[in-house]
């Protein structure tokens, strides 16, 4: 694979892995974080530091974005100081967020005729992004997806192209809807097993050998002491915040809204979220809503 400068802007949970990713399959990664330990730990692992977002995007032959919400993405590309204001023409812009589809266009209205741009939120959460596995899930054409295949698989395993712009972002609201509804439910029945005098690694060892067997059972155990690789078993530090678990469902339930698709476990999973989060639990990994039973009565109340 050709050696490449690329401009990483967003180097957190998420990010810093895969950028982390980048430069050990030889590309030259210049990466820019409001953090300063973060531009610190890239400049460790043998990528470059930038200043600002303006430096990081000069000359690049890719700018990635890995940010928190929609606001903070189209305040990365927009603005005098943003990635579209001093990214080459020939640049590739990848937005690797999980945003509403209609940022992505929104960007492309904004950018000058024939800029190449390409939503690409993942799936995999931070050891996926440390392991390079994740799964991309792309929005935008054809042929610039196959043209970006080779450095997306330097950060995951699976790379699914899903239609025009923002259709990457629609695929990761589904899945991360149905997340959100099997880790609720994960986390209830294990709690009903506990309740009765059950074993939870007992539960999970059957649950995820029988029919209700799910990602969360696999590799993401949300019972303390069931998974020892998993948030739960640290306190649910580290992993995938509780508060971007509710972003993502508030932003699957309004989508479901606009495309009036009936959603209503995934409306219950966003209310449920809302209410862990407003206990106090936003930044804690999402699995913490086993450790915090929720009341469907107050769940009910969220709107």
């Known amino acids: ?16 892995p895969m950028a982390a990713n980048l430069v050990k399959a030889g590309h030259a990664v210049r990466g820019f974080d409001l953090s300063g330990a973060a531009r610190e730990r890239l400049a460790a692992q043998g990528g470059q ?20 919400a929609g606001e903070h993405v189209l305040a990365a590309y927009g603005g005098p100081d943003g990635i579209l204001a001093h990214a080459a023409p020939h640049a ?17 209205a904004q950018a ?24 991309f899930m792309v929005g935008g054409d054809a042929a610039l997806v196959e043209r970006m295949r080779p450095l997306l698989a330097s950060m995951g395993r699976a790379i699914h ?21 099997l880790m609720a439910g994960t986390s209830e029945a294990l709690r009903l097993g506990i309740a009765n005098g059950l074993d ?33 078993s640290r306190g649910y530090t580290g992993g ?15 989508a479901a809204a606009a495309s009036g698709v009936a959603a209503p476990l995934g409306d219950l999973a966003r209310r449920i ?31």
């Open 1 to 16: 694979m050709t050696t490449q400068r690329i401009a990483f802007i967003g180097l957190g949970n998420m990010g810093g």
């Open 49 to 68: 530091a930038a200043s600002s977002i303006a430096d990081a995007v000069r000359d690049a032959d890719v700018v990635i974005t890995m940010l928190p």
């Open 92 to 108: 590739v812009l990848l937005d690797s967020s999980t945003v509403p589809p209609d940022v992505p266009r929104q960007i492309a």
């Open 112 to 135: 000058r005729p024939g800029t190449a741009l390409l939503d690409a939120p993942v799936s995999g959460g931070t050891a996926g992004a440390a392991a390079g596995t994740l799964t």
């Open 161 to 181: 192209h899903g239609g025009p712009l923002g259709a990457g972002q629609t695929l990761k609201l589904c899945n991360n809807m149905l997340l959100g509804i």
């Open 200 to 232: 939870p690694k007992v539960v999970s060892a059957v649950m995820q050998q029988s029919s209700g067997r799910n990602w969360t059972l696999e590799v993401y155990n949300p019972c303390p002491g069931v998974m020892e690789s998993a948030p739960a």
């Open 240 to 254: 995938f915040a509780t508060d971007l678990m509710a972003k993502d469902l508030r932003l699957a339930h309004a």
């Open 273 to 303: 979220f809302e209410v862990h989060r407003a206990n106090g639990h936003g930044p804690l990994d999402f699995s913490s809503v086993f450790a915090d039973p929720v009341m469907l009565e107050q769940a009910l109340a969220v709107r």
